[in-house]
């Protein structure tokens, strides 16, 4: 089943400990990218990759780091986090960037305390 | 830098209702989408709007773009309880970045 996968589903950490959200996507997309969710602000893109080795900053990208070493996988590092990082995460993938529709993965409930 | 306003924010209507939502942006663009949220859920792609005058249709739901307006529409006819949800439009702008509504919360009654 094509699909874009995330872990973990939830997370609760602390300040400053520093946490990864996995991504994976299995329908050899170029392109992935992530996304934060937060009420009446809508979706807003914090970084972006077009290939591997490829990444490019999106609309919010302070306090997030990407790597893409491999296709299928796009992880979201938050080294240092802060509350204001609370949010809910989406990944997504496609076939030419913002070129074609997104396919998302089921999304990453973070809470910093 | 490419901005898209999505009205109205929350819209509330009756079983068997029309209702039109609007989301303008404010650069050129050719190509726009509309998702479609259910409470806590991922996103679900409904339309893909290539070129101007583009016009798709899913079962209740109608969706327009016209690029010289900087303007889509997503139509909803005779709506249903089934329909509601949280829709959000999203414009391709430059270096293939996504900019996205801040969503409309369609919420039918009977």
């Known amino acids: 089943e094509a699909q874009v996968t995330q872990n973990p589903r939830y997370l609760i950490t602390v300040t400053g400990k520093k946490l990864t959200v996995t991504c994976s996507q299995n329908m050899n997309h170029e392109y992935m990218s992530w996304y934060r969710q937060d009420p009446g602000l809508g979706l807003r893109q914090i970084y972006y990759s077009m290939n591997v080795e490829v990444t490019d900053k999106g609309d919010v990208p302070e306090g997030y780091k990407v790597s893409r070493k491999e296709k299928r996988n796009f992880p979201l590092i938050l080294e240092s986090p802060s509350p204001n990082q609370t949010s809910l995460y989406f990944c997504?993938?496609?076939?030419?960037?913002?070129?074609?529709?997104?396919?998302f993965g089921p999304g990453t409930r973070l809470t910093v305390t | 830098e490419l901005k898209v306003e999505q009205n109205p924010l929350f819209l509330s209507m009756q079983e068997g209702k029309n209702y039109t939502i609007y989301c303008n942006y404010s650069?050129?663009?050719?190509?726009l989408y509309w998702y479609r949220q259910d409470p806590g859920k991922s996103l679900e792609s409904l339309f893909v709007?290539?070129?101007?005058?583009a016009v798709k249709q899913e079962g209740r739901l109608m969706a327009s773009l016209d690029t010289k307006a900087r303007l889509s529409t997503l139509h909803i006819t005779a709506a249903v309880h089934d329909l509601s949800a949280t829709y959000f439009c999203a414009v391709a702008g430059t270096a293939s970045k996504l900019t996205f509504g801040t969503g409309t919360r369609l919420q039918v009654t009977l």
């Open positions: 650069t050129t663009s050719d190509r």
């Open positions: 997504a993938s496609s076939i030419r960037g913002s070129r074609s529709e997104q396919y």
């Open positions: 709007l290539l070129s101007n005058g």
